[in-house]
């Protein structure tokens, strides 16, 4: 069955501190995963996906089969970042995962 | 075209009444979907149209819920005989289906208040 798996709800780092977002994936088929994001009062939007492994705001995530995950990585957050993320799975359609909730310190 | 469209944004309703949304996707997109999301929680898929056809429906969707999508443009989802636990964030989102890579487009919502 497909899964997606957020550990952290909340999740908080100092300005100018790396962050990272885990996100963990069972699929059976070759995955394709995503990252949205939902800055405070706005829409869901999609922030970065694998298959164009590109960095978006700073943001990286990268693809590991053997160990099932798609981390979100940041090197040095931003008050900015503060926002909820969500991990997703693309089947036919997409699977969330529960949300991160990050918070940045100034 | 601004994007996803959602009318309205909030609902209150009282329990045993029914309610319909309505979701206009992005115009060239052929795939519109609806989910559904409650506190805490991620976004839960409810159906999917490609074009005019309705692809796949969730088991979350039961037979209170309804989702047509007449012309293959904008596509309205009802709830008959709304219950306290449909209260939650109705999310459409819209995609142009062309193979690995593509993203959705959501909308900001219709909150369904069950009273």
């Known amino acids: 069955a497909q899964r997606v798996t957020q550990p952290e709800k909340l999740l908080s780092v100092f300005k100018g501190a790396p962050v990272e977002l885990k996100c963990n994936y069972s699929?059976?088929?070759?995955?394709?995963l995503f990252w949205y994001v939902q800055y405070s009062r706005q829409r869901l939007q999609l922030l970065l996906r694998h298959i164009s492994r590109e960095s978006i705001k700073g943001f990286t995530a990268d693809l590991n089969k053997g160990e099932t995950s798609f981390h979100l990585k940041k090197p040095f957050a931003q008050e900015e970042d503060s926002a909820m993320y969500y991990c997703a799975l693309r089947g036919n359609q997409f699977y969330f995962g529960t949300g991160t909730s990050l918070t940045v310190i100034p | 075209d601004t994007g996803v469209s959602q009318d309205p944004r909030h609902k209150i309703t009282k329990r045993g009444q029914n309610v319909t949304f309505r979701c206009d996707p992005i115009s060239e997109h052929n795939r519109l979907y609806w989910y559904r999301q409650t506190l805490g929680q991620g976004p839960e898929f409810l159906t999917y149209?490609?074009?005019?056809?309705?692809?796949?429906k969730s088991r979350l969707l039961s037979d209170r819920f309804s989702a047509e999508r007449p012309k293959g443009s904008f596509s309205t989802l009802e709830i008959q005989r709304t219950e306290q636990g449909d209260s939650a964030m109705y999310l459409c989102?819209?995609?142009?289906?062309?193979?690995?890579?593509?993203?959705?487009?959501f909308g900001s919502g219709t909150r369904l208040t069950v009273v």
């Open positions: 149209f490609q074009n005019e056809a309705q692809l796949e």
């Open positions: 989102a819209s995609s142009y289906h062309q193979g690995q890579g593509d993203g959705y487009t």
């Open positions: 699929y059976s088929g070759s995955p394709e």
